[in-house]
């Protein structure tokens, strides 16, 4: 039998519910409980915010996208491109030209990212379920069109099914401007809107235009290179795996990124933020964990005459040093227990109910209430800190004044 153990619990779980030094053992764990408690729920917060911008962005972004290191452009027609096709892990590839413009509808103006793709970009992402009104279309066989975000669309006053098209100016390739005429070192192209989408990111939402790709390779002085490829993989197949294979056959010159590296930075801030959230709310729970030292130092007061008896049964130091370790480091873990199933159950709650809603004006938010998503590892974390934490808390007052009793 663990004799330490054993007294700490009998210590902790008194019959003598009177007590103050129980009732303030209880105020303690009830402490690192809350602060516990808020950490689960900050935390799956934070994750549920994340996984939520993961999806807009998973219907947005390819799984892959290839970029050239060097310049702006590459030729797809090269080997080491076309081996792709031959690719039995590769559903489909899509050819982007992408740069910036200028957009002029009636009197308004605004610079804006002109992104051109091929007839396949629609079935690489998954950009219908984006569409906020009309279709993803960018010819009808006629007229040129394009696909304006909400926000863009908004600026210059544009919408679907407007009889006015949108003039594109884009500055001509290696073309110096010339006073006299500035006109002629750009290019002009039109185009009238078929759809306006909707990704809840101003990146996007308010900068991007989508064309074709002759239009694209027209206005910018594009022969037959384009400025990225947009790869949609075979269903089933290790994502992983086939990012590092396409890497190794197309060599150190060409960047092949999934869709967690494409906004890498935005992902890497969000992370930041959550772990900050993490350390300071880990320093209020140190807080709270110093209760536990006040309560373990009352209890050894009151426990002298305790000690004394177990002095002259035979304990020796390390003995009643552990047995008060113990003592604080379970007040700690049953605060850390009880905070990590309430903190579990209010998730629970708002998962199922949404009872904490996100307020504003209706469609201002992408979701009514906060999203909250577990994370096993997390719990695991915080479980782990927390449990530290208090035994580290334990330990200085646990042997200082039980050396104290025994002088």
């Known amino acids: 039998m663990n004799l330490p153990l054993y007294i700490a619990k009998r210590y902790l779980f ?51 996208q290839i970029t050239v290191n060097e310049g702006k452009s590459f030729d797809p ?10 690719m039995t892990e590769i559903a489909l590839i ?23 793709v091929s007839d396949t970009y629609s079935r690489v992402n998954e950009i219908d379920d984006i569409i906020l009104d009309g279709d993803f279309k960018l010819s009808d ?87 990225s490829l947009e790869l949609k993989l075979v269903e089933g197949v290790n994502e992983l795996q086939v990012q590092k294979k396409v890497q190794a056959m197309l060599g150190e010159g060409f960047s092949v990124k999934n869709k967690y590296e494409q906004q890498a930075e935005f992902f890497k801030m969000m992370e930041v933020e959550k772990w900050i959230t993490y350390l300071i709310l880990s320093f209020i729970v140190l807080i709270a964990i110093f209760n536990v030292v006040g309560s373990l130092s009352m209890l050894i ?34 605060g850390v227990l009880v905070g990590v199933v309430l903190g579990l159950f209010v998730c629970w709650i708002q998962i199922q109910f949404g009872v904490l809603s996100l307020h504003g004006t209706d469609g ?11 994370k096993w590892v997390d719990i695991a974390i915080i479980t782990i800190t927390v449990s530290a934490l208090g035994f580290i808390a334990a330990i200085y007052p646990a042997y200082m004044l039980t050396k104290s009793t025994q002088e």
Request: hydrophobic letters at 50%.
């Open 14 to 64: 008194s019959k003598k519910s009177h007590n103050a030094i129980n009732i303030i053992s209880i105020i303690s764990a009830s402490g690192v409980a809350v602060g516990t408690l808020a950490l689960v729920c900050v935390l799956s917060v934070f994750n549920g915010f994340q996984g939520l911008i993961e999806d807009l962005f998973g219907k947005f972004d390819p799984q892959l």
């Open 77 to 86: 027609q090269i080997p080491s491109i076309q081996s792709l096709y031959t």
């Open 94 to 116: 899509s050819e982007v030209v992408q740069d910036n413009a200028l957009l002029i509808f009636s009197d308004k103006q605004t610079p804006a990212v002109v992104k051109g």
């Open 141 to 227: 066989g006629v007229f040129d069109l394009g696909v304006a975000g909400v926000g863009l669309a908004q600026t210059l006053g544009c919408g679907v099914r407007f009889v006015e098209p949108v003039q594109l100016f884009a500055p001509k390739r290696n073309e110096r401007i010339n006073l006299a005429r500035p006109d002629n070192a750009f290019t002009s192209e039109f185009i009238f809107l078929s759809g306006i989408f909707m990704v809840q990111q101003a990146k996007y939402d308010t900068n991007l235009l989508f064309v074709n790709i002759p239009l694209a390779r027209k206005l910018f002085g594009y022969d037959k290179e384009v400025t």
């Open 301 to 334: 007061i009151d426990k002298k005459a305790d000690i004394q008896i177990l002095r002259h049964l035979g304990a020796n130091k390390t003995l009643i040093f552990r047995i008060f370790l113990l003592e604080g480091w379970l007040i700690s873990n049953i």
């Open 364 to 374: 201002a938010y992408i979701v009514e209430a906060y999203p909250v998503l577990i």
